[in-house]
């Protein structure tokens, strides 16, 4: 295979999503099938090895394996680059893959880990880990994607560090449907749809993202209380100011004294509280956001260049 927008891809996730009964993966490919010259490495059952760069590598296949090292590759022009299913405790570095359609992409993979390289140009997704428990994602560039930079769904428990997510992209970090989630240190501007998505995952803890340039910065959202019970503190930035959210708050007032460099304010189950004279222009989803809040008041606030001022 040669020339094609995308060489090579095998369809299975999804058609029935439980790997014990999931046969469509169960194929013979070996490495005398080519794409763009480079053999397809199509690995099942296999545990205890390291693949790197003396492979020639030019897509990568891991089914149902354990401990497997894959790194140092340079792939593209395929339906995905390196692609785990059913695979456990393995690690993917320094990866680069472009031009397909997902860069690299975990499903039904636990306590797996990606570190460095880069996921860029692809038509949909540079990283994408779906029904996956326990994932780290560190320390990679994901750039430039149609779709999004680094996507986690329904994978509780994962966590994104240290990533660089823009320009470029329509959405630089979604983390939809996955509790117990850990966010920091992550670099997430100039992406055209949305900047950092957090999405019905409760219980995330966020520190020390730096949201610039997107439009807009930050979302949250949810359907049910527990949804709304995060950890992000002020080490969280939108256009340079800090993201305040606050949860619990009785009896309390916030003002332009106390709180003199705000980006955006959420107040989750709070009473008697008073918002007053506060400016908030970070472009993000909301200037002031209030869920489950009562008997509370907003004063002289201004909230401009948000999606919504107040929510």
Known sequence: MSGNTYNFAVNGYGANDDPSVNHYYENTIDTSNLVDGKPIYYLRNASGQTFDSSTNAGVFYCIS????????????????????????????ENINSSNSSIGISLAY??????????TGQNQNVGISVGNSIGVTVSGSNASSNAN?????????????????????????????????????????????????????????SLSGNTMSGNTPNFVLDGINDSNYENNIDTTNLVEGSPIYYVKDAHNQTFDASTLPNVGTFYCMNCINVTISGLNLNSNSDAGVYLWRTTTSSLQNVTASGNQKGII
Do not use: H
């Open 65 to 92: 394996c354990s401990n497997i090292e894959v790194r140092d590759l340079t792939l593209s022009k395929n339906d995905v680059g390196v692609y785990f299913y059913n695979t456990q405790n393995s690690q993917v």
């Open 109 to 118: 993979s636990n306590n797996n880990t990606i570190t460095g390289g880069t």
């Open 148 to 204: 999004t930079g680094i996507y986690m769904d329904a994978s509780p428990g994962g966590t994104l560090s240290g990533n660089t997510v823009g320009s470029n992209n329509c959405v630089g970090i979604s983390y939809e449907d996955s509790p117990n989630g850990n966010l920091s240190g992550n670099t997430i501007n100039s992406n055209g749809c949305m900047g950092l998505w957090l999405s019905q995952s409760g219980n995330s």
